[in-house]
């Protein structure tokens, strides 16, 4: 696991799935709107692939950082099948303002009972009011989400938007 000073944000869970299931999460573009929401995704399961991802601009516009979504891109520089990659030199490029950068990844599973414990860590921190207001904003973000992907994983219903904008059930 690639090191790094600091953990900004670090979060496990344990989802009723198969290592390789969740790990393919993070890369199929079906997968990846559904459970995080994303709008585009070029992501390449391998080492020195790339990990690129989108959402939509938020018309919420925070007193920091300005609306939120945009791109999320970074190298994929230790990708091992079923197991855990780690992307490096991420970025995030915000629907306006400068980019917040770099940081890292780190994605690992491993076989707990039946289970697979997931382990999520991203790395990356000057001191300021941009980064901590960044990581103010992603932790409860990635805490969600990751409850998504688990609901997603064990096949329970997700509410999602119908095209008119209203709530509907979504496998």
Known sequence: MAKASRAPFEHSLRIASTPSR???AFF???????????????????SLGVY????EATRFCDEVLGPLGGVFHGTIVEFIAGEA??????YWIPPEGDPIGPMGLDVRC???????LLQVR???H??????????????PGWKSSLRSLKTHLEGASIPTKSQDGSARDGA
């Open 22 to 24: 969740v790990i393919a």
């Open 28 to 46: 199929d573009p079906s997968d990846l709107r559904e459970w995080w929401q994303i709008i585009r995704s070029v992501t390449t399961p391998c």
């Open 52 to 55: 690129a991802v989108e959402w």
């Open 85 to 90: 990659f780690f992307v490096a030199d991420c």
């Open 110 to 116: 491993r076989p707990e009972g039946s289970d697979v």
């Open 122 to 124: 991203q790395t990356g």
């Open 126 to 139: 000057e001191d300021g009011v941009r980064w901590n207001r960044y990581y103010a904003v992603i932790t």
